[in-house]
C-alpha cells in the first residue's frame, strides 16, 4: 500500500504528460477493439444478461460449489488447499516450492499473485519468481507493479520498453523494433521454462462439475507454466468457481471480447489433472490455492456480493476516464480502476482504502460495458455511504471513519435550505445579489482552480415564475 | 413524429436547483415551450432538488429528506417534466431505492413513473416540430452522461436540434465521455476533475463551435467555467433556451 494519499498520487500521474498520452492510446484502442466484437448491441446484451446470471447463480450456491470443486480436484488428482489469508497462502506455496527443493518459480499472469504480494513474500525465502507474461516480464525487470489487471506495462511506450531491455536483459540491444523485443523476451524466457521445476499460474474459471481450471492467455507462457514444470501450483480467489463446463463458451467469449477484443484467446487451457499413466507430458503435480482473503465477507451482503462476479477482464479500466488519466500506478493498491475502487475498500477496509470510493464522477461508463453487469456506481454509492455511517457494528470494515462534524453540518444546512422554500428563496436571492462576494475560500476555491467564478442569475427561476405568474398548481 | 401517448392536459415542471440559481432563462424557455403546445405548466413554488449531491455523497438521509419534500409536493397523477437527465434520473430510477422499505416507497415509485427528461417528453408526448429563424450557426451538442446512460433520452435531445433547419451540429469526438462535473466530486478531486473538463473543452474547440448544447445546467456550468477560465470564446446554453430563440428569430 502506498502512504501518501490518492489524490497526492492522481495528481503526479496528472502531471505525467508521457503518461498521459500513453494510457490515452492505449485505452483508446482497447475501446476500439471491443466495438468490432461487440458490434451487435442486442447480442451483446443477451451475452452480458447471460454472463451476469450464470457468475450470480454460482455465487448463490458458492460455499456448495466450493465443496463440489474440492471433491472434483480432488478425485481428478489435483491437491486443494485454502487460504483464508494471503499468508497462508503464500505459505502454502513455499512449503510446495520447498518441498521440492526448489529455488526457482516460473510465472504466468495472475492477479491473485499480486494480491498476494507473492514475489516479494518468495523473494524474501531465498526463492526467485520469474514472470513470464511479457508485460509482467517488464515490469518485473523494471521493479514495478501492474498498472493495469490485463496489460500490466501499459503505462509503458515502445522506446520505454526498449530501453528498459536495452539496461536491464544482459546483452540486449536497443531497439524498438517488436519484433526483435518480443524475440529478446522469448530468448531470456524460453530456457527458464526447461530450467526451472515449479510453474505457478492463475486461474479464470474453475470449474465445480469436472474439477476443471480454465486459463486463457495470448502468449503461450501460461501453458508453458502450466505444462513443462513438473509441479504446476495454480492460485485462485474463491469466487472464480462456476457450476458447469457449459458455463464455459459464454464467459470466454465476454471475457476474451471485453479484455482484448479478441473471439477467443490464442490459448485456452483446460487443466483437470496432473500427467496420467502413459501420458508423455504434463507436470506431475497439480495443486490449487483457493484464496478467501474477505471474499466470504463480502459474499455475506447480497449487495456487495455482486462485487464478487467480476472476471476481471479490465475492460472497466479501459473505458473509465479517471483511469485513463491517471492510470493505474496512481490507486495505490493492486486492483486499479472502477473494480479495484469497489473491491479495495470491501477488502483493504474503508479506512485504508475508502477514499477509492469517492474517486468517481459516477459517470457509469464502467457498468455499461461491464460483461458481468456489476452495478458499479452503486456499490460506489454504498461504499460512500458506508464510509459516513453512523450505524454502529456490520458492513464493511471501518464503517462510519469518514464521519466529521463539518461534512455532517454542511450537509445537514443543505438539508434545511432544501425543505424549507422560503429559506431557500432567501438563499438564492442572497447569492443572485451577492453570490460574486463569496469568500474565496473551500469548495468554490476548488471549483475555481480550473474553473472561473459561477454567475448566480440575479432572479432565481422561482421568482421569475412568480413574475410571470406561471401556475403553482 | 408523432407522440406515443396522449398529450396531458396539464404538467408539473421541476426547475431544479441548478437551473433556479444559476440558469433561470433555462426553465423559462423550457416552460414556455411546453406551453407553446397548450399543455398547461404547473410550477410548485415549494420545489427545491432532486436530493441527488447527498445521494451521491455518502448522506442518504439528508437525500432522503430533500427528495421526500419533492415527493409531498408533485402529488398529483400528471407527468413531472424535468429539464436535466441527471435530476430526471434521480426521480426516475433512484426515488425509489432511496425510499425502498419505507412508508413513501409507493409514492417513490409512482413518481417515478410519471418523470420525463424535458426533451423526451417533447418529443415523445407532444411530438413538437419547429421551424428554425434564427441565422446560420455551428454547434456542438454535449451528452450528459446521465441522459445518455440512465434515462437514454440524447436522440430526443439531438432530434430537437436537428429540426433547426439553419443550426449545424458538429459532434464531439468523444461525445460519450464524462465532462468530469459529477457534482460533489468536481469539489472533491479538482484535479482530475480539471484534466476531464479541459479534454473536453478541448474536444468542443476542435469542432469549431460557437456554442456548446446541452440538457443538463451541471455539465453546461462546468464547460464554460473550464472554457472561461481558458479565456475561450463559445458559450454554453440549455437546449431548451436555445430552441426558444432560434424559433423567435434571435
Not at chain 1, 272 to 286: F, I, L, N, W
Not at chain 2, 174 to 199: M, Q, W
Not at chain 2, 215 to 226: E, F, K, R, T, V
Amino acid at each position: 500500500m502506498a502512504t501518501e494519499s490518492f489524490e497526492k498520487r492522481a495528481d503526479r500521474a496528472l502531471g505525467d504528460a508521457q503518461l498521459r498520452r500513453n494510457f490515452a492510446f492505449a485505452m483508446g484502442n482497447f475501446i476500439l477493439k471491443r466495438q468490432a466484437v461487440f458490434s451487435d448491441a442486442a447480442e451483446t446484451e443477451r451475452l452480458r444478461a447471460l454472463g451476469s446470471a450464470i457468475k450470480q447463480r454460482a455465487l448463490s450456491r458458492l460455499p456448495e460449489l466450493l465443496t463440489q470443486l474440492e471433491a472434483a480436484c480432488t478425485r481428478n488428482g489435483i491437491r486443494v488447499h485454502w487460504a483464508e489469508t494471503t499468508a497462508v497462502a503464500n505459505r502454502v506455496v513455499l512449503e510446495i516450492i520447498q518441498s521440492h527443493a526448489a529455488s526457482r518459480v516460473v510465472k504466468g499472469k495472475s492477479m491473485v499473485s499480486e494480491e498476494m504480494h507473492l514475489n516479494a513474500f518468495l523473494a524474501s525465502h531465498g526463492i526467485e519468481a520469474i514472470e513470464t507474461d511479457l508485460g509482467e516480464f517488464i515490469i518485473q525487470l523494471n521493479g514495478e507493479t501492474p498498472s493495469h489487471i490485463i496489460v500490466p506495462a501499459i503505462h509503458k511506450n515502445k522506446a520505454q520498453i526498449a530501453k528498459i531491455f536495452h539496461e536491464k536483459v544482459p546483452g540486449a540491444p536497443y531497439t524498438e523494433e517488436v519484433a526483435e523485443l518480443n524475440a529478446i523476451a522469448r530468448r531470456t524466457l524460453r530456457r527458464k521454462f526447461y530450467e526451472v521445476g515449479i510453474g505457478l499460474s492463475g486461474v479464470n474459471f474453475a470449474v465445480a462439475e469436472t474439477g476443471t481450471l480454465c486459463l486463457v492467455e495470448n502468449e503461450g507462457n501460461g501453458r508453458m507454466c502450466t505444462t513443462v514444470p513438473a509441479v504446476h501450483i495454480a492460485v485462485m480467489g474463491l469466487e472464480k468457481v462456476v457450476e458447469k463446463l457449459e458455463d464455459l463458451p459464454p464467459l470466454l467469449r465476454l471475457l476474451t471480447g471485453s479484455a482484448t477484443g479478441q473471439l477467443v484467446t490464442t490459448y485456452v487451457n483446460l487443466i483437470t489433472s496432473p500427467r496420467r499413466e502413459g501420458e508423455k507430458d504434463g507436470p506431475r503435480e497439480v495443486h490449487l490455492v483457493i484464496l478467501d482473503n474477505g471474499r466470504s465477507r463480502i459474499y455475506q451482503d447480497p449487495q456487495l456480493r455482486r462485487t464478487l462476479q467480476c472476471v476481471r477482464c479490465g475492460t472497466c479500466l479501459n473505458h473509465c476516464p479517471v483511469y485513463t488519466r491517471i492510470g493505474g500506478h496512481a490507486y495505490g493498491f493492486v486492483y486499479p480502476g472502477p473494480i479495484g475502487q469497489i473491491l479495495t475498500p470491501q477488502v483493504e477496509g474503508l479506512e485504508k482504502a475508502g477514499e477509492l470510493a469517492f474517486a468517481s464522477s459516477l459517470c457509469g461508463a464502467c457498468e455499461e460495458v461491464c460483461p458481468v453487469k456489476i452495478p458499479i456506481t452503486e456499490l460506489l454509492r454504498r461504499l460512500r455511504d458506508e464510509s459516513y455511517s453512523a450505524a454502529p457494528d456490520g458492513g464493511v470494515p471501518g464503517r462510519g471513519c469518514r464521519q466529521n462534524l463539518v461534512e455532517r453540518l454542511a450537509w445537514k444546512g443543505w438539508e434545511l435550505l432544501n425543505t424549507h422554500p422560503r429559506l431557500n428563496r432567501l438563499a438564492t436571492a442572497l447569492l443572485g445579489r451577492a453570490g460574486e462576494y463569496l469568500p474565496p475560500g473551500g469548495p468554490l476555491e476548488r471549483w475555481m482552480r480550473y474553473r472561473s467564478q459561477p454567475q448566480f442569475a440575479p432572479r432565481s427561476l422561482h421568482r421569475r415564475i412568480q413574475e410571470e405568474g406561471i401556475p403553482d398548481e | 413524429m408523432t407522440p406515443e401517448s396522449a398529450k396531458p392536459a396539464k404538467i408539473y415542471f421541476f426547475g431544479t436547483c441548478l437551473i433556479d440559481a444559476f440558469y433561470p432563462e433555462a426553465g423559462l424557455a423550457a416552460i414556455r415551450l411546453i406551453e407553446r403546445e397548450g399543455v398547461r405548466v404547473v410550477f410548485p413554488p415549494g420545489q427545491s432538488c432532486c436530493g441527488q449531491p447527498a445521494y451521491n455523497s455518502g448522506f442518504p438521509d439528508q437525500a432522503r429528506a430533500v427528495a421526500r419534500q419533492q415527493l409531498r409536493i408533485f402529488r398529483q397523477d400528471i407527468p413531472v417534466v424535468v429539464p436535466s437527465g441527471s435530476c430526471a434520473g434521480m426521480m426516475k430510477h433512484h426515488y425509489p431505492a432511496l425510499f425502498a422499505g419505507t412508508e413513501e416507497e409507493a409514492s417513490a415509485r409512482a413518481l417515478a413513473g410519471r418523470v420525463f427528461e424535458w426533451s423526451e417528453f417533447m418529443v415523445r408526448v407532444l411530438g413538437v416540430r419547429y421551424e428554425d429563424r434564427g441565422a446560420p450557426l455551428r454547434v456542438t451538442w454535449h451528452s450528459s452522461c446521465h441522459a445518455l446512460r440512465e434515462m437514454k433520452v440524447v436522440e430526443f435531445s439531438k432530434q430537437l436540434l436537428r429540426q433547426l433547419g439553419n443550426v449545424e451540429l458538429a459532434e464531439l469526438a468523444r461525445e460519450r465521455e464524462c465532462c468530469g462535473f459529477g457534482g460533489t466530486f468536481s469539489i472533491k478531486h479538482p484535479a482530475i476533475s480539471g484534466a476531464l473538463v479541459n479534454d473536453k473543452v478541448d474536444d468542443i474547440e476542435r469542432t469549431g463551435a460557437e456554442r456548446v448544447i446541452g440538457g443538463d445546467c451541471g455539465c453546461l456550468m462546468n464547460i464554460a467555467g473550464a472554457a472561461g477560465r481558458r479565456g475561450l470564446p463559445f458559450a454554453e446554453q440549455h437546449l431548451a433556451e436555445f430552441i426558444w430563440e432560434r424559433i423567435h428569430g434571435d
